[in-house]
């Protein structure tokens, strides 16, 4: 929950973007032309507006995060400050330091920081290092802040100001981060390139493809999607084909798609690096969505999420993109966020294995924002008959992945979130709870929510707020009919438990 806590507004803003770029979608997307279309100048800068901005915003997670992290930890407002210039300070080593060999899709592009020493002679990039980057930034930000508030009269820095010499430890300890980074960059992409390679020895086996699933999930969460994508979408990695009209040699999944997507005869597996994403933003991720809303047993809390569930699930399923349940989870339901990663997996293998392969049209050439798997560009391939086998394929897995996620997602936060091993943690943190409340004869009854744990008090001055803090939620907060304790996925579990020894 203290995790949770210090990234819940960055993921509230991936929420946001995700819906300024679901906006954008359904005006740029070539495939609604199918139900309507849009031709009004106004209307169609309004869609490029919004689709620019939430692509943008992903661009900038890494930062957006740390920022937020930093700003959790202290009310300074000197501590951005120091977080920023040290981003910076990490990103320019990075850039000067890394190897340049390293392949495209290991650089940041869209930093701009390139463009300001390329101009002085220097053609380097700096790494792209995503969440990874940004979360050693904002430990030695805080490291810095610490030492700074702490120092005594015979510090080094004791000739500077706190805020400045936080600001100059931050500057070194980035330094040093950008250089220990750039030095192990080189053994990263070795291993990452040997798995790739390894995925690309045989482009039709399920298991090496329901890999790439996960590992494509995994790393676009942490801000590193293109590492993994770009090799197969664009490269010969993914496949390559010779258009015998032209003599032409197509390479790359996308590319392939793209070029024979019309013809009579598809190219047998064209699409396969892209077709699970049907299943995931069609039925997993409204399965978990769905899930983990019926799961909540407080009828206000469950009111309150509902708006955001279904513009999640619009989301998913319009736009293509799971980014913001997928850092839930992450965040507070690793466990969850595990099943699904293998979900995926397992989902992609049964794609391949059923010689299912669908792509989809890129609304743009940003990899970042570029969601395939979306509801529109399945639709629009109903009309080829040559693929209705792959369409219907895609339904059946999807169907049988929504049931399985949904059933999951409901047991995991009824059964699993705390204890599920039987170790009395759920009898002992219940009881506790139920003590300091002032006994069962005082609580009329509990409800969870899906962070939040809400007791009805018939008495609140027996309440031991003392006793409360120390059973740890990360915060307690007094409600009209009781009282408000935060203790994330277990809310409901323990609700639950504390309803059944009150009722005996």
Known sequence: ?????????????????????????????????????????????????????????????????????????????????????????????????????????????????????????????????GMLGSLLVAIATRISFLYSRNKNNYSLFNIFSK???????????????????????????????????FISGDLLDPYRIGLYSALDRFFSDLGLGSLIRNPFWYTA????????????????????????????????GAGRFTTFYYVINMFIIPAIYLGTWFSITDKKEKNSWMIPVILGVIASVIAGNPLPMEYVMMFTAPFLYIFYLTAVGVVSGALIYFKAYLGFSPVGDNIVSSMPGSFPDFV??????????????????????????????YIYYHYLSIDFADTGVLKYASRNIIDVLGGK??????????????VEIRDPEVISIEGLKELGPDKIVETKNGISLEYGTSSIRIAKEINRRISK
């Open 163 to 197: 805020e400045i010499s936080g600001l100059i430890i931050n500057v070194i300890l980035c330094f040093l981060l950008g250089i220990g980074v750039s030095y192990l960059s080189p053994y990263f992409y070795s291993f990452l390139n040997r798995m790739i390679t």
């Open 441 to 454: 004869e005082n609580i009329s009854g509990a409800t969870g929510g899906i962070l939040r744990l809400n």
């Open 1 to 129: 929950m203290k995790l949770y806590n210090s990234c819940k507004s960055s993921i509230k803003v991936t929420f946001f973007a995700v819906l300024l770029i679901t906006i954008g979608f359904l005006i740029k997307n070539e495939n609604v032309n199918l139900f309507y279309t849009f031709r009004s100048p106004f209307i169609l800068f309004i869609g490029e507006f919004f689709y620019d901005i939430g692509t943008l915003i992903l661009m900038n997670l890494p930062l957006i995060f740390m920022l937020n992290g930093v700003c959790k930890k202290s009310s300074n407002a000197s501590v951005v400050i120091t977080a920023i210039v040290g981003y910076f300070t990490y990103m320019v080593t990075t850039m000067l330091f890394a190897p340049q060999n390293l392949g495209s899709q290991a650089y940041a592009g869209g930093t701009g920081i390139n463009s300001i020493f390329n101009s002085l002679g220097t053609s380097s990039y700096p790494l792209e290092t």
């Open 237 to 268: 990695l993914g496949g390559s084909y010779s258009n015998t009209a032209t003599g032409e040699i197509i390479v790359g999944d996308i590319n392939i798609w793209q070029a024979t997507k019309n013809a009579i005869f598809l190219y047998e």
């Open 380 to 409: 629009i391939n109903l009309r080829n008959p040559f693929i209705s086998s792959t369409l219907m394929n895609i339904l059946y897995v999807g169907i049988a992945a929504f049931a399985v996620c949904f059933f999951v997602t």
